[in-house]
């Protein structure tokens, strides 16, 4: 099948599933996870793996100006590309609409590398503690 290239695993976050088991994901949906886990681990969070992850993180107190935006875009473009070889980046754009929530959109469009297919991913980076 075309589509095993893409793999499975344990879903994440991890869950269970409705009968008390690790829930799974494939294809598709894991390369979504993937991504998401590359964008959330800051670098040298990973005590093996020291140099995987995403550099944005390294952002969270900085002035929000021109500057600072086009580095987040680049930090998550370069650890995508870095990371994920089973996808294609296509673009990765800074959307400000909820900047006054203290939230930066990160709009990620890419395609599928084995089957060529094209999907956009919208990850939340915030700037300031969401109170939780």
């Not at 979504?32 to 670098?43: D, F, P, V």
């Not at 089973?86 to 900047?99: G, P």
């Amino acid at each position: 099948m075309a589509k095993e290239f893409l793999g499975k695993g344990w879903k994440f976050p991890v869950e269970l599933d409705k009968r008390g088991g690790v829930s799974f994901s494939q294809y598709e949906d894991k390369i979504k996870e993937s991504i998401l886990i590359i964008l959330n681990t800051a670098k040298g969070e990973r005590v093996m793996r020291p140099d995987f992850g995403c550099d944005i993180h390294d952002f969270v107190f900085s002035v929000i100006n021109t500057s600072t935006l086009t580095l987040i875009q680049s930090a998550a473009k370069e650890a995508l590309v870095l990371w994920e070889p089973r996808i294609e980046v296509l673009s990765v754009e800074i959307l400000k609409e909820r900047l006054h929530e203290g939230i930066l959109l990160i709009s990620i469009d890419y395609r599928v590398r084995k089957t060529n297919t094209e999907f956009n991913l919208v990850y939340p980076f915030y700037l300031q503690s969401r109170g939780e």
